[in-house]
């Protein structure tokens, strides 16, 4: 399953696999990624983060949202979110959207 894991990028357009989902847990009041046999509770920055990886949006996107929303320097939240997105890639939440070759 590793060979399945990205390097996460600027130029990523990161998105979650199909056997994963991003959900709002009513009973926990917690944002929730299911996978199969497997949860992850992110905290609210990476619920935020995580909203935006739509497979289309490249990370630098991200990254530019973010930094705009929050009046924060955008090399600071470009590092953190290629980090966090990394990380999530690494345990196998993170998946990027490729163009179909022929």
Request: hydrophobic share 45%; charged share 30%.
């Amino acid at each position: 399953m590793a060979s399945r894991n990205i390097s996460v990028s600027e130029a990523s357009r990161p998105k979650l696999p199909r056997h994963a989902r991003l959900k709002f847990d009513e009973t926990r009041q917690v944002w929730v990624i299911l996978a199969p046999e497997r949860v992850l509770a992110p905290d609210e920055i990476a619920v935020e983060v995580l909203q935006l990886c739509d497979g289309v949006r490249s990370v630098s996107d991200i990254a530019d949202q973010l930094a705009a929303k929050y009046a924060a320097p955008r090399e600071a939240i470009a590092t953190d979110v290629v980090g966090m997105l990394q990380d999530l890639a690494d345990k196998g939440f993170l998946t990027e959207a490729r163009e179909k070759t022929s």
